[in-house]
């Protein structure tokens, strides 16, 4: 199984990013998926998440901001990050906690980088 990230770039602060990740590999059932980022220095830290069931929670800092979205059909879960802030610089992971017939395993995507600048 694989997680695949993309959508990642630069960006000027106030300006919005779409991020995607897509499960791949198997017969897979999406318990949940997520959305991580880690900053230079800093570890890394929750963004968003999203439940089978559409569930989501957020990070305080980027509620209203950003709205993580989930594709059960197409194994894809996408982020759209709107109004991003300079503190928004980070590689963002994607996670995913995925059934494998009746067992749950987590995977991470490789990073994507996001750059918000000035």
């Known amino acids: 199984v694989q997680l695949q990230a993309s959508g990642g770039g630069s960006v000027q602060a106030g300006g919005s990013l779409r991020l995607s990740c897509a499960a791949s590999?198997?017969?897979?059932?999406?318990?949940?998926m997520g959305w991580y980022r880690q900053a230079p220095g800093k570890q890394r830290e929750l963004v968003a998440t999203?439940?089978?069931?559409?569930?989501?929670n957020y990070a305080n800092s980027v509620k209203g901001r950003f709205t993580i979205s989930l594709d059960n059909a197409k194994n894809t879960m996408n982020l759209q990050m709107n109004s991003l802030k300079l503190e928004g610089t980070a590689v963002y992971y994607c996670?995913?906690?995925?059934?494998?017939?009746?067992?749950?395993?987590?995977?991470w995507g490789q990073g994507t980088q996001v750059t918000v600048s000035s």
């Open positions: 996670k995913g906690d995925l059934y494998i017939g009746d067992t749950l395993h987590n995977y």
């Open positions: 590999g198997g017969s897979i059932s999406i318990y949940s």
């Open positions: 999203i439940r089978y069931d559409a569930i989501t």
